[in-house]
């Protein structure tokens, strides 16, 4: 069974502070990983990465993936309280028409 | 580029009610996705079509959940009856990929519909 699992599921910090999110996965023909803001309704992209090592930048924001160890991270640098929501990461998988399977999110709370 | 639209934005029925959400994905988008995300949880995959055939509706209950893609563009997902689990926030999503290309493009997300059931 596909599994995109995120850690950790909450996570509150000072206004300033670096956070890391977390994303593994084990699902059959993976073709690329998506991480996704999430502040009302509608997630919103953020990153789509496909290669191992190397590193998506924007702004404060960064992600990595490593497709050995089956798993990707989300760096926000110097947090600000806009940047509190939920994090979404998702994966690609599959041949011809491909499937978009979501974790269960990382509440990010970031206080002033 | 207008986005995913989608509507109503919220609606709230009795259980064993019917209720239908209508969703026109971004203009050239084949790949359409219908989620459900309960509270406090990531979003499920109900049904996805590319085009106008279905790809995977192996999350979708189907005796009381339907879905179409009438001529690959506009998609209603009907719940017929509704029960008091259905309560969720309802996205849809399209995506595209290029001719020739192996991968699909980000998915690009609606503003959801809000049910509650009651």
């Known amino acids: 069974e596909d599994k995109v699992v995120q850690s950790p599921l909450s996570l509150v910090v000072h206004e300033g502070d670096t956070v890391t999110l977390n994303c593994s996965y084990e699902?059959?023909?993976?073709?690329?990983l998506l991480w996704y803001k999430q502040e009302k309704k509608a997630p919103t992209f953020l990153f789509m990465l496909?290669?191992?090592?190397i590193e998506k930048k924007s702004g404060r924001l960064s992600s990595i993936l490593d497709k050995k160890e089956l798993f990707s991270i989300l760096n926000i640098t110097a947090t600000q309280t806009g940047d509190s929501a939920i994090y979404l990461c998702?994966?690609?998988?599959?041949?011809?028409?491909?499937?978009?399977?979501f974790g269960q999110g990382t509440r990010l709370t970031i206080n002033p | 580029e207008a986005g995913v639209a989608q509507s109503p934005r919220y609606k709230i029925i009795e259980k064993r009610q019917s209720v239908a959400f209508w969703c026109n994905p971004i203009?050239?988008?084949?790949?359409l996705y219908w989620y459900q995300q309960i509270l406090g949880q990531g979003p499920k995959l109900l049904i996805q079509?590319?085009?106008?055939?279905?790809?995977?509706d192996s999350q979708l209950p189907k005796d009381r959940f339907s879905a179409e893609r009438l001529k690959g563009v506009d998609s209603t997902l009907k719940i017929q009856p509704a029960k008091l689990e259905d309560s969720a926030v309802y996205l849809c999503?399209?995506?595209?990929?290029?001719?020739?290309?192996?991968?699909?493009?980000?998915?690009?997300f609606g503003q959801g519909t809000r049910l509650t059931v009651v």
């Open positions: 999503a399209s995506s595209l990929r290029y001719r020739g290309q192996t991968l699909n493009t980000e998915a690009f």
């Open positions: 699902v059959t023909n993976f073709r690329s």
């Open positions: 496909t290669s191992s090592g």
């Open positions: 998702a994966v690609f998988k599959g041949q011809g028409a491909q499937k978009l399977v």
């Open positions: 203009s050239g988008h084949a790949t």
């Open positions: 079509f590319q085009n106008n055939g279905v790809v995977d």
